[in-house]
């Protein structure tokens, strides 16, 4: 029993230095790094120059105070490398074999990575998961502007998991054709005509556009890093400058935002409740249902046009101190 509470220690010792690790690093985030973005930002996205530094101080604190002893070797590479291409396309909707095939060879190095702090791979594999994706995204405009033949005779298969990479785009874009096809029958199962289906769609895949293409460098690094933790355990976690503030936040309650919760809702945020006795509350210029269309610090400060923002980036705009 002992035993296991000193690693139960250990690891909220341990995730607590990771979060710091990030805090140390948030105000070159703010400075230097990616800021909230608009809609389909077209930030170069790479490496910060800080990251090989951060990098080897997390190596240096999971290798130091994790419970599990690890080696940073080839065969733990394999498993960042799997962990990372799943957490990108965990259903294989997206990359194609030759990507795989080409990656391949980056499968024992990504422990080399992040020992040199040298990640330009890993934001190559994170572009072409992007470029796929919206060569998928293009072919579903396509094929929404014309009517499904629902008395064909054919299946889809939803859990791609165990299934084999896309061989080409064609193969790629026939699965997507299956997709759509499904989610545009269970529309129609649910009483959505043929028009309201188009447009349901048409916004939804839009939205799945939308929020990779508004991945930033910090979004990529913690995806990454934590491919790298979790593959030591799964219960450890990196957190980036924006995931640890919100960690400071609920610690220690000494910031707030407006007191009411957003939810993403096409290109607005909208707010879908108004927490009692929070700002918001006080207040009584805000309803359930508003929109946000623009932030603005105190009454004099320049009002910045949010429409198009994730909501992440629309709360860490409005956040301010108590």
Known sequence: MKKQTRQRMKKIFLLVLLAVTAAIFSKQYYVTGSSPQGPDSLEVLGPKNYYPEETEIVNTLISRYHYRKFKLNDSLSSEIFDRYIEVLDHNKSYFLAEDISEFEKYKTSFDDFILEGELDKVY???????????????????????????????????????????????????????????????????????????????????????????????DIYQLFMNSYTESVDPHTNYFSPLTSENFKINMSLSLEGIGAQLQQEDDYIKIVEIIPGGPAAISKKLNRNDKIIGVAQDTDGEMVDVIGWRVTDVVQLIRGPK
């Open 124 to 218: 190559d594999i994170f572009k072409r998961y992007r470029e796929r994706a919206n060569d998928r995204f293009d072919y579903v405009d396509e094929i929404l502007k014309s009517d499904f033949d629902f008395t064909l005779d054919e299946s889809f298969e939803r859990d791609r998991k165990d299934a084999p990479w896309s061989s080409d785009n064609n193969e790629a874009n026939e699965i997507w054709r299956k997709r759509i096809k499904n989610d545009a029958l269970n529309l129609k199962l649910a009483g959505k005509s043929t028009d309201s289906i188009s447009i349901t769609l048409s916004r939804r895949y839009k939205n799945y556009r939308k929020a990779i293409n508004q991945y930033n460098s910090e």
